[in-house]
């Protein structure tokens, strides 16, 4: 179950990139990579969990960035053909997975 999405018409393939850290111990530096990246002109597309279950999760700090989620990855694209970072919840991407993460935080499963 795979979502394919054409690719915009840019110089670079967009890196894709897991935004899933929220660890207590651990700095977050995804949205750092993705910063450093758009700023090469590298388009990125993260995507994520929009809470982070026992730490600082990276949906958060991409908003406190300015980077707000999409709703869709035709709003992604759109992002991306204006050279900003997409950041995609996991719902929109999978929601199989989504509810799957959701079903490990229930359970009480650690970083």
Excluded: D, K
Aim: aromatic share 6%.
């Amino acid at each position: 179950r795979v979502f394919q999405a054409p690719l915009p018409a840019l110089q670079w393939r967009p890196v894709l990139m897991p935004a899933y850290g929220a660890a207590r111990s651990h700095p977050n530096l995804a949205p750092l990579l993705a910063l450093s990246l758009q700023r090469l002109g590298i388009p990125v597309l993260a995507h994520g969990a929009l809470s982070g279950e026992g730490g600082v999760s990276s949906a958060y700090l991409f908003r406190e960035l300015g980077v707000m989620p999409v709703a869709s990855l035709a709003q992604a694209q759109q992002v991306l053909a204006a050279g900003q970072i997409a950041f995609v919840p996991t719902g929109a991407i999978s929601p199989a997975l989504a509810n799957l993460l959701a079903l490990r935080a229930r359970l009480g499963g650690g970083a």
